[in-house]
């Protein structure tokens, strides 16, 4: 069995954890994240890529007429 560190008391005014706790978890897929979460690391590794991609491509031009 797996201990996770989870969130015990969420203050909403704030937006903040105020207590966190290790617990014993023995389903794993409650930590998976959630498609919202998943989407938006999805999007920035994509943009990240791209990203590299553009400098890669600006730094290193080729010629089409070899």
Known sequence: ???IL???QYNDS???CEVQ???DQSDWTT???TIEQAAMVGGA???GLMTLAVIK???NPK???E
């Open 1 to 3: 069995m797996a201990k």
């Open 6 to 8: 989870t969130c015990t």
């Open 14 to 16: 704030t937006q903040q």
């Open 21 to 23: 706790a290790w617990i």
């Open 31 to 33: 930590p998976l994240p």
């Open 45 to 47: 590794y994509f943009i």
């Open 57 to 59: 491509g600006l730094l």
């Open 63 to 65: 010629s089409i007429e």
